[in-house]
Each structure stands twice: as C-alpha cells, then as structure tokens.
C-alpha cells in the first residue's frame, strides 16, 4: 500500500526523512521509494546542507537522505505520484492537512484500507488531522466528502510541542516573575489547565484570551 505522512516543512518532515532513511538502511523497514512532496522542504533541506554547523545531522547523515529520498519538484510529478500503485511513502505538507500538496495525496489515497496515514505531531482541534486523529472516517477535501478507509495512526512522539511540566521547568529559569503570563497556545481545556498550573505553583498572575480579546500592554 502506500503511506501519507502529512509533515510540517521545517525540521519536521527533515526528522521523519532522517529516520525513515535510518530505518531502512537498518532493514528495520522495507525499501520502497520515499517521496517528499513539498517545495518548502525541499528547499528548506538544502539548508540542511548549507548550514552543517546549525543542526544534528552529520554529513554521512545527510548523503544517505539524500541518497535515499526522491524529491518531487513539480506540480506534474506530484500528480503522477497519485497514479503511482504501492507501495511507497509519501511525506507531504501540511501536518495538520488544512492545505498543500498532501490534500492530493489524502484524496487518492485515503479511502483504500491497504493504505495508511501516518501523523507526526499536534494536531488542532477543527482541522483534518484532528478529525482523522480522532478517528472520524469522514473528511471533506476541495469539497468532497471522503470516505476514510485506510489506517490511521498518531505518532505522539513525533510532536515538537513541549508538555505542561517542560514549559513550568523553562519558565522557573526565568531571573525575576513576569508581570502576566498569556497562554495563547493549544486547546482551551489545555491551555486553561496550563493557565492553572502557572498560577498554582509559581505564584504568577496568568490569563487565557478569549478570542478577538485585546490586552494593552503598557
């Protein structure tokens, strides 16, 4: 079959690349062709390269993605990958599937149950990843309501999102107490438990906006 990993463009899909590759070349997981479809990753992987000294990944690192990833870099070659049969892996933006060249991909892809999607991070309530992480058989894509066949399954260790206790420990580094502290991210019932936490154990003044609310900050 074929696996659609929708993959946020920066650092996320590079991870996923990086250990798809390390898996394979470990016989860990079959050699079928990988395949990144995103103009943003591509050209944010030629980073990679140019700037060795800024991330993790060696050059021995770098040669066997390379080596090992076939970069699609146009709009025919991307359409020609949905005619393609498995099995292969597609990784494709967005991560959360709200847009992008992954749409396509869900579109050809999703209703077969030989195939599978595979997500890699957060995913926010309202969008397609949310709804398929979820376990909703149903999406709608440029309008159409598709039936989801094929597997869904969430990698929780793939999120880059740090957890309530990560963020208390950075916050705690902090060399004086700030004025307020505004939880501006994730869901409500999370943030607003975040929001508690902050107050709760370090004793700071923390709020949770409402939407379209205005704080004026003097």
């Known amino acids: 079959g074929v696996v659609v990993i929708p993959a946020f463009a920066v650092g996320r899909a590079q991870m996923l690349l990086h250990v798809i590759t390390q898996l394979q070349e470990t016989g860990q997981l079959a050699r079928v062709p990988v395949?990144?479809?995103?103009?943003?990753?591509?050209?944010?992987?030629?980073?990679?390269?140019?700037?060795?000294?800024?991330?993790?990944?060696?050059?021995?690192?770098?040669?066997?993605?390379?080596?090992?990833?076939?970069?699609?870099?146009?709009?025919?070659?991307?359409?020609?990958?949905?005619?393609?049969?498995?099995?292969?892996?597609?990784?494709?933006?967005?991560?959360?599937?709200?847009?992008?060249?992954?749409?396509?991909?869900?579109?050809?892809?999703?209703?077969?149950?030989?195939?599978?999607?595979?997500?890699?991070?957060?995913?926010?309530?309202?969008?397609?990843?949310?709804?398929?992480?979820?376990?909703?058989r149903q999406v709608r894509i440029f309008g159409q309501d598709i039936l989801v066949g094929a597997e869904v399954v969430q990698l929780a260790a793939g999120s880059a999102h740090a957890d309530s206790d990560e963020i208390l420990a950075w916050l705690r580094t902090a060399p004086r107490p700030p004025r307020k502290v505004f939880v501006t991210h994730g869901d409500r019932d999370a943030a607003d438990a975040l929001r508690a936490r902050i107050e709760h154990e370090l004793d700071w003044p923390a709020h949770f906006p409402e939407f379209l609310e205005q704080v004026e900050l003097a």
């Not at 040669?63 to 099995?87: C, T, Y």
């Not at 396509?104 to 995913?123: D, K, M, S, Y």
């Open 35 to 136: 395949y990144l479809n995103s103009p943003m990753a591509a050209s944010v992987s030629g980073l990679y390269r140019t700037f060795p000294r800024l991330h993790r990944l060696d050059a021995h690192a770098l040669a066997a993605m390379e080596r090992n990833v076939h970069v699609v870099d146009s709009v025919e070659a991307s359409k020609a990958l949905n005619r393609r049969k498995g099995p292969m892996i597609i990784v494709s933006a967005s991560g959360m599937a709200t847009g992008g060249r992954v749409l396509h991909h869900l579109l050809a892809f999703a209703t077969e149950p030989r195939n599978a999607i595979v997500l890699c991070g957060f995913q926010a309530g309202g969008t397609r990843g949310a709804k398929l992480a979820a376990g909703d």
